[in-house]
């Protein structure tokens, strides 16, 4: 027992002074660590300044019941818990029996409030025994941050998130996901807590080991007036069509800002909510709207005119062995311009088909000069990346070259089609669509984002004014007329393409369908170019582009032009009126010369002569007659005036 008795205190005094250091640092590291405090991710805003997503602090609330001494504890308490019962709604007693029982158990971490605003937060920690701090008031607080969007289910998609999982994988959504990681996120601070058991953490200090640095904020290119005129438009045609989904976006035709975009899709309730950006990256067939793609490298190429007669049949042609079906019964020969005006998809197929079959790169190669084979590398995660078929590649065949030239056998997203629009409403120059205007800190520039050209000029002023003109009339008595409106011009493309019909004969029975309208609007000096797309709608209510997405366009234009106030420059306030001069120096010569003495005023403007004289304290009576000039006067010229005396004046 002896021998074994000093191997104890052979080992303890190992442990104690040999091994000490080491198995301090193992307790402490088990029972303090280090937290990461979040940092307040930056805002961000609208065009106007007007908040799109901002970080909410939030406070979690507790008390170490252990850590005052008696005379605080007994001297503050009834005062902390009658505090607190005005603020809970509870009664001051039974909160009093519960950090009572706390104190007797040991408890340094007793939950008390959680999920305070900022305000709330102060408001506690101001409280008697709080207000001593963490080692004299036993006060423990928690800071976590909630992101909010002011804005609610509007833009939500496309404003976004990012998002970190337990695992540490991130979730970047939208544009606070695009630049969290650069801008927004900031940086965390540390703050030491100790391990109060029962998987409880309690903070050391009062205050933070290292205070966090908030994010920088984001000013995007979103106007929220227009936002919400393109969400509710956007939002009463699905409802209305009981369609899938469906997306906006108006973009600024000489900035390329996206100054609204929305993208809503129906769940299993049948109510639309933001669910995918299906504007940025979902591509589709985009169908008809692609004609007008397919017509300019035509008339770019000089292959055909507006004017060359193109035969579209009775509404059924063969190419390769396929039927291309127009809707009707048909147009027979019509012009090139007619065909895009009606959207027949056998005139352009016939004229792609007839200039292009012996060389399908020549018009390849027109679409790639147009970059409508690329990403158009928006600052949003998750673009679309559209597919044109080229000779070799799987899905080319003698049908493609027709099947593209209206919008088959091809894939764009929305946006892509949309830059393409409003380059044509930019004189031919290609513009990059924009999200961002700058990253600031405060009102310090971080970063400020410019527009940025991806092609200068995508073609001939000719061919741009012969397009313009196709598509204004399009909407005056094309495909599009239902739309037209007296009141203000409006220039766009319809499209109707069909949707799911892989299995053709299970499309026949139930059909399905993607409405759209691209265009821009006013026609004379276009401001805004937009593009409507929805998929799906119910073919027992409509499904054409004129009929589905058409309204949603025009709507948009309307409200806009409406809300928007007209405002008419004057670029100079200086205009002098050699008459008006004239006068003026008369009747300035006349009031300095004259002061008590009857002047001479035949000649003069009666409204002059009027106030001059009463000026001079005299009565005047005016008989006027005519144009107002002063023909005639009572009294003559250089006789002294009496005070209060009456002068007669006949102007005539």
């Known amino acids: 027992m002896f021998v074994f008795a000093l191997a104890v205190v052979f080992k303890l005094c190992t442990i104690q002074f040999v091994d000490g250091d080491k198995y301090r640092a193992m307790a402490q590291k088990r029972t303090i660590k280090r937290f990461d405090i979040p940092a307040n991710r930056g805002n961000v805003y609208s065009a106007d300044g007007s908040l799109l997503a901002t970080s909410i602090p939030k406070y979690d609330i507790a008390i170490d019941a252990v850590t005052s001494t008696d005379k605080n504890f007994n001297k503050y308490i009834k005062p902390l818990c009658d505090s607190l019962a005005v603020f809970t709604g509870k009664t001051s007693s039974g909160i009093e029996k519960k950090i009572s029982k706390a104190r007797k158990t040991k408890n340094q971490y007793l939950l008390l409030l959680t999920n305070l605003s900022y305000s709330e937060f102060v408001r506690v920690r101001n409280f008697p025994l709080f207000k001593l701090g963490s080692i004299r008031g036993g006060f423990v607080y928690d800071q976590t941050t909630k992101r909010e969007h002011p804005l609610g289910g509007i833009a939500e998609r496309s404003i976004g998130y990012e998002r970190k999982d337990e695992n540490n994988y991130y979730t970047r959504v939208g544009i606070d996901g695009a630049f969290g990681k650069d801008y927004l996120r900031g940086t965390n601070g540390k703050r030491l807590k100790q391990k109060i058991g029962k998987g409880e953490w309690k903070p050391i200090q009062d205050v933070n080991e290292i205070e966090p640095k908030n994010g920088y904020d984001i000013y995007t290119t979103i106007d929220v007036n227009i936002q919400d005129i393109a969400h509710h438009s956007l939002l009463g045609q699905l409802e209305e069509y009981e369609a899938e989904h469906g997306c906006v976006v108006v973009m600024d035709v000489k900035t390329g800002e996206i100054k609204a975009i929305s993208n809503l899709g129906r769940n299993r309730e049948g109510k639309y909510y933001e669910r995918l950006n299906y504007a940025v990256g979902e591509s589709h067939e985009p169908g008809s709207t692609f004609k007008v793609m397919a017509m300019m490298a035509a008339l770019e190429d000089k292959v055909i005119d507006t004017s060359t007669v193109i035969d579209t049949k009775n509404g059924s042609k063969r190419f390769y062995g396929r039927t291309i079906y127009d809707s009707g019964a048909g147009h027979g020969k019509i012009s090139a311009a007619k065909a895009l005006e009606v959207s027949s998809n056998i005139g352009l197929a016939t004229i792609i088909d007839d200039n292009y079959k012996?060389?399908?790169?020549?018009?390849?190669?027109?679409?790639?000069?147009?970059?409508?084979?690329?990403?158009?590398?928006?600052?949003?995660?998750?673009?679309?990346?559209?597919?044109?078929?080229?000779?070799?590649?799987?899905?080319?065949?003698?049908?493609?070259?027709?099947?593209?030239?209206?919008?088959?056998?091809?894939?764009?997203?929305?946006?892509q089609t949309l830059a393409f629009y409003n380059a044509i409403a930019n004189n031919?120059?290609?513009?990059?669509?924009?999200?961002?205007?700058?990253?600031?800190?405060?009102?310090?520039?971080?970063?400020?984002?410019?527009?940025?050209?991806?092609?200068?000029?995508?073609?001939?002023?000719?061919?741009?004014s012969k397009i313009k003109d196709i598509l204004k009339n399009i909407v005056v008595r094309g495909t599009g007329k239902k739309l037209y409106s007296e009141t203000f011009s409006m220039a766009g493309k319809t499209g109707t393409a069909w949707a799911d019909y892989a299995d053709i004969e299970a499309w026949r029975k139930d059909r399905k369908y993607v409405s759209s309208f691209a265009g821009y609007f006013p026609v004379e000096n276009p401001k805004y170019s937009c593009i409507v797309v929805i998929h799906k709608p119910s073919t027992k209510v409509g499904f054409y582009g004129a009929d589905v997405s058409g309204p949603v366009f025009k709507r948009i234009a309307q409200k806009i032009y409406t809300d928007t106030p007209l405002i008419d420059e004057i670029q100079s306030v200086e205009y002098n009126n050699p008459q008006v001069v004239k006068d003026f120096e008369k009747f300035n010569s006349i009031s300095n010369t004259y002061k008590t003495i009857m002047p001479n005023l035949v000649g003069v403007a009666a409204m002059d002569a009027v106030a001059f004289l009463e000026n001079m304290d005299v009565k005047v009576n005016v008989k006027l007659r005519g144009s107002g000039v002063i023909k005639s006067q009572s009294i003559s010229k250089d006789i002294k005036l009496k005070s209060n005396q009456t002068v007669v004046l006949e102007a005539s």
């Open 428 to 464: 031919g120059q290609l513009i990059k669509p924009r999200f961002l205007r700058a990253v600031k800190e405060f009102d310090r520039n971080i970063e400020v984002f410019d527009k940025e050209v991806l092609v200068d000029k995508i073609c001939s002023d000719q061919t741009l």
């Open 358 to 415: 012996n060389n399908p790169e020549k018009f390849l190669k027109r679409l790639r000069q147009w970059r409508l084979n690329d990403t158009l590398g928006v600052s949003i995660i998750g673009e679309g990346i559209p597919d044109i078929p080229y000779p070799g590649a799987s899905n080319w065949s003698r049908n493609a070259l027709p099947s593209i030239s209206y919008g088959y056998n091809m894939r764009l997203t929305p946006l």
